[in-house]
């Protein structure tokens, strides 16, 4: 629903003079039989036109199809279906429904009371509480806007409860909850798993100490925030107080524990890691805390359908159009393009860097992993990348990506949360960009941060 809205929201500031301009270019190009830059271009029309991202990928994937007259239209049905056929892909409805039982269950509140009587005492205590608390919730749902929404709620009226500038709750929010896809589990690592032919268990092992990183930045900003703004210590530290939070949470603080460890030491798959979260999700929901109500189950598990079926289709509609990029060699001339560069790592990173940077600004993250990664993933082999570094590298990207205009779906969540302006909540945000870019500049040019633990672990 948030991938609809922030799109349809976007396509609705679109000028109809550009939108006709766009659709005549499209028709001129297929007048002169130039697909391929009409197969661009028409994906490029409906997006200004605000329509789903699925129906973007797939429809003009079918007239590229209809039109060259290269394959039978069957094909793309078979290509769709076959994209999601996949095994790894079972992860996503999992880790969706875990992170909704997690939400309604009263596992994020034991998890913030937890955090906050850990790191309440420090200069902009809250801040720190909030960056704590996504680094934990991060390891249990694997997407950042399941964090937005349900610790999202919880941290805001917190802060502002506390005195605590709204616009300062809202861009520390947003900004650590695109730690959730970096620690695993991760949704977008499983779908850049899927399209790049990678062990889902690497980029997963591969994103923890590169998610740290993110977490030390951004707590290292709130500390300079703070004391530029004069916020104080929200609370003294206690050891009893502690001791009875940790307690209160240790059967949540498991949750990490045996997806990331199940993980990690072999016992089980991701896509079974995803199946042990939700059953432990339900037990603590429904058995140990006895907030989970048949009413409360049956919504969640709407929700999550819903969910799966728009990542899905996106995965659907991608599919077909990175088959058609894949048979017209687009990524080989790519790396012809820019050959000359492969001798040049730095400067083939930094270029690529700037485009996913651009992409994410504009584009649903799913669907800017099943397009790109066809086209700059050679590139990235050719100038010497490890595909594991590549991916955690393209995450991080399309991670700040998310708190950036037009598209920034976790800022429209976090608007309608806390009930400010998408201006405010932009522009409270900005702040926390400088060490989210820090943080991914050091992933990107010091392979170890990503690799050391997948070499250690599988290699």
């Known amino acids: 629903m948030s991938n609809t809205l922030a799109l349809r929201r976007r396509g609705a500031l679109v000028s109809p003079v550009i939108a006709v301009i766009a659709i005549l270019g499209c028709i001129a190009l297929a007048l002169t039989e130039q697909y391929l830059l009409f197969l661009f271009a028409t994906l490029f029309t409906l997006l200004v036109l605000g329509v789903p991202i ?10 590229y199809v209809a039109l060259s007259g290269s394959v039978p239209e069957v094909v793309v049905a078979q290509r769709m279906i076959s994209g999601i056929d996949s095994f790894p892909l079972l992860a996503i409805p999992f880790f969706i429904l ?52 349900g610790l999202g709620t919880i941290e805001i009226k917190a802060m502002r409860d506390a005195g605590y500038d709204q616009e300062f709750a809202v861009g520390i929010t947003a900004a650590s909850s695109t730690i959730g896809p970096i620690i695993p589990p991760s949704l977008p690592m499983v779908i850049y798993g899927v399209m790049a032919s990678v062990s889902v268990g690497q980029l997963f092992v591969a994103g923890l100490i590169p998610g740290l990183l993110m977490g030390l930045a951004l707590m290292l900003m709130i500390f300079f925030l703070a004391r530029r703004r004069g916020y104080q210590r929200d609370a003294a530290f206690s050891w009893s107080v502690l001791w009875q939070t940790f307690k209160r949470a240790i059967p949540s603080l498991f949750t990490p524990i045996i997806i990331v460890g199940g993980i990690m030491t072999g ?10 979260a939700v059953v432990y999700a339900l037990f603590l929901g429904g058995v140990v805390y006895r907030i989970l109500t048949w009413r409360r189950l049956f919504q969640v598990s709407m929700e999550t359908i819903e969910t799966t079926a728009v990542i899905l289709l996106i995965v659907a509609g991608a599919s077909i159009f990175a088959w058609i ?4 060699q687009v990524a080989q001339q790519v790396v012809g393009l820019l050959g000359p560069l492969a001798d040049n790592p730095v400067a083939t990173l930094i270029i690529i860097n700037v485009v996913l940077l651009i992409v994410g600004c504009f584009m649903e993250t799913i669907a800017a992993i099943t397009i790109l990664v066809p086209v700059l993933l050679p590139l990235a082999v050719a100038s010497g990348v490890d595909p594991v570094h590549f991916g955690v590298i393209m995450i991080l990207n399309l991670m700040i990506g998310l708190l950036t205009p037009p598209v920034g779906m976790v800022l429209y969540v976090l608007s309608r949360v806390s009930n400010i302006p998408f201006e405010r909540c932009m522009r409270g945000t900005l702040p926390f960009l400088v060490p989210l870019i820090v943080a991914l500049l050091m992933v990107t040019f010091i392979p170890a941060l990503s690799m050391w633990l997948p070499e250690l672990i599988y290699r």
């Open 54 to 63: 699925a129906v973007c990928l797939g429809g003009a994937s079918l007239l």
């Open 267 to 276: 016992v089980f798959t991701p896509t079974e890691a995803a199946i042990a």
């Open 325 to 328: 990029l894949t048979s017209n």
């Open 98 to 149: 875990a992170g909704n039982l997690m939400n309604n269950g009263g596992i994020t509140n034991r998890i913030f009371d937890f955090a906050k009587a850990l790191m309440g005492w420090m200069r902009g205590g809250l801040g720190h509480v909030n960056v704590g608390a996504s680094i934990v919730f991060s390891g249990m749902s694997g997407a950042a806007v399941a964090d937005a929404g």
